[in-house]
Every structure is written in structure tokens, then in C-alpha cells.
């Protein structure tokens, strides 16, 4: 339930006397406007997030880093939008192994950028 209002209208003092009544402490999180509208994330992604604060969930996010040395780089000549490429697929070897990744536009975007060729050693943040 998300309860509106002006200040100083009770919007907090209702949720306490709710929570004490049916003796649950913390029932309720608060959020000011400043914290809702944010340029970065989407209004629903800080509603998930402090709907989560509010029962105690938490997440962890697992960064996983692909280093190796650039085998072969493609990009899909289908896969042109406008100016703009979509996909393609890099080649990295390591010393114990050699795999192909598909990339996105994004990554495809930095690597077109950065301008690396084979032979480069590069990191690419999965």
C-alpha cells in the first residue's frame, strides 16, 4: 500500500499506530520524493528496491570479468541499425583456454572505440 499526501497530514503516524497494533515493528518504510525520481533508474526499479528495504530482501550481484587476449572480432553485417551496430562475437584466448562471446551493441560500441584489434589484451566486465 502506498500512502499519499501533504506534510503533516498523519500519513506516518496511521502506519505506526497499525504496525503497533498488530505488533510488527519496522512495518513501514518511508521515501520522499527526491528518492523516487532519479535519472539514473527507472521509477519501478526504486519502488522494487525499496519494497525489498521494507521486507528485509537483499541481493547480491556477482561480477564476473572475462580477461584474455583478442583471437578474432567480428560484427554482423545484418545486424546494422542506421549507423549503429548490434551485435558481432569476440574471440578470447587465455593461457588455458580459447572461447567465442557473443557481445551487444554496448560492448560491441567500446571495443569499436577503443579501436582493439587482435592481439590485444583486453578485460570486458560480463
Known sequence: VIITGSNGTGKNTLI??????ITIKNLFLTANG???YSPTL???????????RAIGVTFFQETIFINGQVVNFQIYKN???GSKYKNGK???????FQCVYEIGSKVLKKLIDK???PGDFITINR
Not at 505506526?16 to 497494533?21: N, V
Not at 527507472?42 to 525489498?52: M, N, P
Open 16 to 21: 505506526k499506530a497499525l504496525s503497533t497494533s
Open 79 to 81: 545486424s546494422m541499425v
Open 115 to 117: 579501436k582493439i584489434r
Open 34 to 36: 527526491a528518492e523516487i
Open 90 to 96: 569476440i574471440t578470447l584466448k587465455t593461457k588455458d
Open 42 to 52: 527507472s521509477k519501478t526499479e526504486i519502488l522494487t528496491q525499496l519494497t525489498r
